[in-house]
């Protein structure tokens, strides 16, 4: 596995660009949250993801800019469209309604819409930073998702509670989209593979065996999604590659 540091768009902005050892499966866009310019934290799922035979992207966005960060996200959307193949966005935090919301507004790129989108300890109640709408209200208003979604939040997280995530999957159900919610015995940190570092006021790793379950195990799927096996390059079978979702 190789990663190397690209510039993306108009804004000079940075990502960090993860290859498989092998041929990539497929394209993952994977943007983090509130926290400005912290594609760093999310190394270890990437990582993992990397390691499921995924090109993973990870770029720098400041949600302190002033239109909220939409111009950063955009711009690294539009560089992961130019790999082909397909594309799978995934968003944590703030990043997840982001991620949603390019779901519920494919206008945003001439109907284009990505081949999954994931949000991962998300809030839906509040507007996306790429679309200025919440996707709850989106939904409200009878638009649908042009792209599969699926969920993953931590049933012990409490920065943005499950709920939030639950709410998403009653509106996508009620609205008729079938939608995939894992719940993994972790946090808001460990559904990412780090834990919260109060001192230094963000995540790193953690060595958390739930954590890491449900990075892998996100990882896995989004594998699944884009064609790939699912599974550990080099033939892992064990347990910790092999997590499923659960469809509920």
């Given amino acids: 596995m190789a990663t190397q540091r690209r510039a993306y768009g108009p804004s000079g902005k940075h990502l960090d ?40 992207l990870v770029p720098d966005w400041r949600s302190d800019a002033e239109d909220g960060g939409r111009a950063h996200l955009l711009e690294s959307l539009t560089y992961a ?19 949603v919301g390019v779901a519920l507004h494919p206008d945003l790129f001439d109907g284009w819409a990505p081949t999954a989108v994931f949000g991962v300890a998300g809030r839906y109640d509040v507007p996306a930073r790429t679309t200025g709408v919440a996707p709850l209200d989106d939904l409200a208003a009878g638009r649908v998702p042009a792209a599969p979604v699926r969920l993953a939040h931590g049933a012990s997280d409490s920065v943005v509670p499950v709920e939030h995530s639950r709410a998403l999957a009653t509106a996508l159900r009620c609205a008729g989209h079938a939608v995939h919610l894992e719940e993994p015995p972790t946090d808001h940190a460990g559904v990412i593979m780090t834990e919260y570092d109060a001192e230094a006021g963000r995540c790193r790793a953690t060595r958390d065996e739930a954590a890491l379950r449900a ?16 599974v550990a390059q080099g033939g892992d079978s064990s347990p910790h590659s092999r997590t499923p979702y659960l469809e509920s």
């Fill in 17 to 56: 660009d993860y290859r498989p050892a092998g041929a990539p499966v497929g394209t993952v866009l994977l943007w983090h949250g509130i926290g400005p310019d912290e594609r760093d934290i999310l190394e270890p799922l990437a990582d993992a993801m990397a390691d499921q035979g995924l090109r993973v």
């Fill in 81 to 99: 469209r130019s790999a082909g193949g397909p594309l799978v966005l995934v968003g944590w935090s703030a990043g997840a309604g982001a991620a």
């Fill in 215 to 230: 990075g892998v195990a996100l990882a896995r799927e989004v594998a699944l999604v884009c064609g790939g096996v699912g």
